[in-house]
Every structure is written in C-alpha cells, then in structure tokens.
C-alpha cells in the first residue's frame, strides 16, 4: 500500500510549513514534512528564499532541517548566495541563527563548492555555526579569516577551537601577523582580545627558537592574559640567561591576575624555581628597601611569598 504523504498536496504541505512556528507542533512538521520526500523541496525553497527574515528564527532553521535531511543543497547553496542583510538588528540576529543552522546542514554535502559558499558567507557576516562547519573541512584558506574572527566576542571561541585543528598553519601564521605582514593587527585597544588570542594559540601549538624574538616583546604588555602564554613560549624555547627576564614578566603583570591565572603563573614558576627563587629575592629586597608592606589580598604578593617559601631546585647540570 502506498504511503499517502507520498501524494501530499501543496496545500498540505503549506499547512505544514506553517505548523514550523508551531512550538507544540513544529518538531512533529518537521519529521512529517522529511516523511513527504522531495515533493516537500519547493514549497520550503520558496519558504526560505522568499519569504522574508523574521525576529524569531525557529520556524527558518526548522526548514533549514527539513531541507539538509532531504539533500537539497542547492537550495542550501542558493540561500547563502542571496543573502541580503537585514537592516532591523533583532531580524540580523534571529537571521544569524538560519545562516549557522544552514551551514551545519550543508557541512553534512562535503565539495569545494560547499566550501567556498560557506567562504564567502563567513566573509560577508561570520556566524558561529560557519565557523564550526568551515573547520570541518581543516583547509588552511580559512586560517587568515579566523585570525580576523578573533577579535569577534560571538565567534571567538568557534575560531580558536578551529585554529588548533591546523597547527601548522596556526605557527605561520600566526607568527608573520606578530611581524606584521599579514595585514592582521595586534596592536591598540582594539586588537587586545585577538593578540591574546594568537598568544594563547602560539603557546599551544609551539615555536621554533628563532621565532621568540617575535614573541618576546609581548613580555612587556601589562596584560596578564598575554604575558602567561608569552611567558610559557619563553620558557620552552628561549635560553637559560633570558629565564630571569620571564619570570620578571610574570611578577610585573602578577597584581591584575584572576584566580586562574595566578595558577598558571604559579604553575610556570614553579617549574623553574631555581631561578624563579633568585628573582623573588630580588624583588622583596627591592620592596623592602623601599618600605612598602605586603597586602595579601593581590596575587602579586601571594605569589612572591610562594615562591621564598619554596626550596629552590638545582637547575640540571649545577651542583644541589
């Protein structure tokens, strides 16, 4: 016997598509909209092609569903290439949630004609989900794109999380745009959040020793959430005589460290407490002199504490 949704009519089929606002009703349309085959693939093109954005996108990404279930990339594809962004700012974001349910669905039909739609759409107005469906395909084109997301508080996350899949590509990159040469600034107020960004990635995937002179100069940016990862670039790859000059760096910057960080930089310390001890003293004798009294309420003078308390260890090759 033949299933009757095979011969649903566009009339029913509408009748669906409207039930996709449904919030008792819209996941069932759904699955019975799918259940209706590619007869259903007009009426939803048409939905979603020409029916105007709206300020609620549940309704959109449901077709969205509906039409990546049904392999109608085309119309998928056609959706991006249209794309007209819209004035009103609540339509913008509602319209962001389709484009990141759209790309997800398209990610699923792997081409580089997939691939450079989704390109593009990130280019004209990146949402998280084109991030995350762009990294499914681990293609360095995307790495400048990323570096530029950086800085966007939405997609930040998405981006990193997709850098650390080319390390490669994250190294070189990441080590011209510090050279300047990329086009991709890290410098001033408005870079702050993507130069801690590619600090944190570059202390992830590693340097090579000559590229720490790149890296350095990031020591002396009282920022905390960019000196801990220099900090750990530098202990890596930098030599033994440039240890006191990290660990100098991670005191100056210790009094605006969050709980979080004053672990890390204590982590970091501690791994080199030979010559971490020798700076601690230094510096309490220096503050001593100058009469200033410990306040026990900044990391900055938690840290310095740990570190005299703790027995430093021989550095290897020196006598205990």
């Known amino acids: 016997m033949a299933n009757p949704l095979n011969a649903i009519s566009e009339q029913q089929i509408d009748r669906l598509i409207g039930s996709l606002s449904s919030l008792k009703d819209g996941d069932m349309a759904v699955d019975q909209l799918v259940a209706c085959g590619k007869s259903a693939i ?9 029916g105007p954005p709206r300020t609620i996108s549940l309704p959109r990404c449901r077709a ?4 990546g279930d049904l392999g109608a990339t085309s119309t998928l594809i056609a959706y991006f290439k249209n794309y007209e962004r819209p004035h009103d700012s609540a339509v913008l974001f509602a319209e962001d949630a ?3 349910a759209a790309a997800r669905e398209l990610v699923r039909f792997p081409s580089s004609e ?11 107005r990146v949402t998280g989900g084109l991030v995350q469906a762009l990294s499914e395909f681990h293609r360095p084109e995307t790495v400048p794109l990323f570096f530029e997301i950086l800085e ?3 997609c930040r996350e998405d981006a990193m999380n997709s850098l650390r899949k080319l390390p ?7 080590i011209l745009t510090i050279r300047g040469l990329t086009g991709i600034t890290l410098d001033g107020p ?14 992830e995937v590693g340097v090579a020793k000559s590229d720490w002179p790149d890296v350095r100069k990031f020591l002396s940016i009282h920022d905390p959430a960019t000196v801990i990862p220099a900090a750990r670039i530098g202990f890596a790859v930098a030599s033994e005589n440039e240890w006191p000059e990290i660990a100098a760096a991670l005191f100056s910057s210790a009094s605006g460290f969050n709980s979080l960080q004053e672990i890390d930089a204590e982590d970091l310390l501690d791994s080199h407490s030979a010559v971490v001890h020798e700076v601690a003293l230094q510096i309490a004798r220096k503050k001593q002199s100058s009469g200033e009294k410990p306040n026990w309420m900044s990391p900055f003078w938690r840290i310095l504490k740990h570190e005299l308390d703790r027995k430093p260890e021989p550095m290897p090759g020196r006598p205990a």
């Open 98 to 100: 389709v484009r990141s």
């Open 114 to 124: 997939v691939f450079y739609v989704l390109l593009d759409a990130a280019r004209q």
């Open 42 to 50: 007009p009426r939803l093109a048409n939905f979603l092609l020409n």
């Open 152 to 154: 966007d508080d939405l």
């Open 190 to 203: 408005s870079a702050i959040y993507r130069r801690r960004a590619t600090i944190q990635l570059l202390s």
């Open 168 to 174: 490669d590509s994250v190294r070189q990159f990441g």
């Open 64 to 67: 969205v569903r509906v039409l």
